[in-house]
């Protein structure tokens, strides 16, 4: 019995998300990890990248009203129509592009649903994925899930050319070949905060157009833009529109990533193809969470203002970053801070996670575990660590005091 399950599909996807220990033993996501680790400590957690407070007062009311007047019970398959209106007017509002509610939107279980749902009915066994490395961990899992081959282009660091994290078109270029079928983009991107510059975006439609190939965007992160970034959907683009499937979700927009709604929308052929795997999934859920972020999603100024209340948490972190030593790159978009923990002296990113707690009492994620093990991005960003802004103005003030006051040596 334990060799069988040992060769079932789950042991691929635990070894391409890194979670494979050497016995064999799929070991839980850096996230949970990480946030025991804060558990048990006593620790501010600036790891996993989940808000302490709770979305608008409106959305939460019209939440529990629905739960109050009976819409408990399973949803329809693609979601409420009330919330696939209010998507297609949101993408019309702010990205000028026009869907059918009926038939060019999904409801999924949070973005990460729909990212699988659309890996596994895009892709067959064999075909590659291009995805931009480093990564959020469960693209590696669900390419893997699908059977299908995945094949990266590097965010690199800022360097003597750029103060951003950016993209070689050449090497985009080269990831493409005869065997891709999807390019899997995240824009704002998380783990490092980049916002994906015109011209990259523009490089990554022309090789996707030459080749024939379809791209799934991830912008979980949309609304969290700062400073003079923008954020461009790669759908908007000459070419684009027929061959995008864009993902999108309330979570991060909103401050309630436990609700899980998400959404995918592109041409009817490519959400006909993501229902029919969704519907095998999760079928349906969030069923009062639904008319909530319908009404969610029209709160314009409610979004704006946590955006200039994480754009003021932002600037504290890193300020308290660089007091405390760290080389920082202030990000451009999500709630993600990438640091350089080598300027205090740590060699290894996971080590120095591991005993964070205990020299400073904050909880932080090496961005090791968003790249391919043992890969070139691995080596290159060996000391480079997130620190997650989402959290209270007084969490991260006192972090940042507790990081000033550790000794590194």
Known sequence: MTSRVAAGRWSAVARAAGLLGSDGV???????????????????????????AGGPHAVLERAVEAIRSGQNQYAPGPGIAELRRAIAEHQRRHRGIDLDPDTEVLVTTGATEAIAAAVLALT???????????FYDSYAAVIALAGAERRTVALHPP?????????????????????????????????????????ELEVIAAVA???????????????????????????????????????SSAGKTFSVTGW?????????????????????????????????????????????????????????????LREAGFDVVVPQGTYFVIADAAAVGARNAAVFCEELPARAGVVAIPVTAFTTPGGEAAGALATHVRFAFCRSADDIALACERLARARWA
């Open 26 to 52: 799929p070991r839980p996501t850096i996230f949970a990890q990480m946030t025991a680790l804060a558990s048990r400590t006593g620790s501010i957690n600036l790891g996993q990248g989940y808000p302490d």
């Open 124 to 134: 067959e066994p064999g075909d590659e994925v291009v995805t931009l490395e480093p």
């Open 159 to 199: 360097d003597a050319t750029t103060t951003r994290w950016h993209l070689d078109p050449d090497e985009i270029r080269a990831a493409v070949g005869p065997r891709t079928r999807l390019i899997l983009l995240n824009t704002p991107h998380n783990p490092t905060g980049a916002v994906l510059a015109p011209a």
């Open 209 to 247: 157009i030459e080749h024939d190939v379809l791209v799934v965007t991830d912008e979980v992160y949309e609304h969290l833009v700062y400073d003079d970034a923008r954020h461009i959907p790669i759908a908007t683009l000459p070419g684009m529109a027929e061959r995008t499937l864009t993902v």
């Open 260 to 320: 899980k709604i998400g959404w995918a929308c592109g041409p009817a052929r490519l959400v006909n193809a993501v229902t029919a795997v969704k519907q095998f999934l999760t079928y349906t859920s969030g069923a009062p969470f639904q008319p909530a972020i319908a009404l969610a999603l029209g709160l314009d100024d409610a979004v704006a203002a946590l955006r200039r209340s994480l754009q003021d948490r932002r600037d504290t972190l890193c300020t308290g």
